[in-house]
């Protein structure tokens, strides 16, 4: 296998994964070019070598900036923007793990609260609001889990998986 072939093979494995972490394709292709690219590359870079369009390129950048995964770098005597992907492969678990609490897990937990003290009285609201309130136990100690794992340092999880897999 060549270099390209191998970068190319992590590009498109790469997008397939970002679905499973609640990103489109394209931009998971984009944080992986990013991750793999020596060199911070401008959207025309990522353009040409992903064949997307300017419009899909601009969007999921700004996207990658907005979960954190990916910065804006700057270079003297330039007029374009580069981009460049965080690298600490703790970062970007983390920054994934805060964004996806945000847009999945907090939402619910709010629904949760509200729909856990509804008013009727009978058999069937007692068995709905009893269920409701084991689902919201459990979310809230997910998302006291996931607190603890965001505030965490890389050793200590490492560490900690480590003895969990023995």
């Known amino acids: 296998m060549t270099l390209q072939e191998g970068k ?14 609640g990103i489109n394709r394209t931009m998971a292709q984009i944080h992986a070019l990013l991750l793999i690219s020596p060199q911070a590359l401008s959207a025309e870079d990522i353009m040409e070598e992903l064949k997307i369009s300017r419009g899909n390129a601009n969007m999921n950048i700004r996207a990658l900036i907005d979960w954190g995964l990916v910065y804006k770098e700057l270079k003297a005597g330039e007029r374009k923007e580069f981009f460049v992907a965080e690298k600490d492969m703790w970062e970007v678990v983390k920054n994934i793990i805060i964004q996806r609490k945000k847009k999945e897990l907090e939402p ?59």
Do not use: Y
């Open 8 to 21: 190319d093979k992590f590009i498109q494995s790469w997008g397939a994964l970002g679905s499973s972490w």
């Open 108 to 166: 619910m937990l709010k629904v949760l609260d509200e729909i856990s003290s509804i008013d009727e009285a009978g058999p069937k609201s007692e068995e709905f609001v009893q269920i409701i309130r084991e689902i919201k136990l459990f979310s809230s100690k997910a998302d006291s889990t996931l607190d603890s794992l965001i505030k965490a340092d890389s050793n200590w999880f490492v560490g900690t998986f480590m003895k969990m897999i023995k």
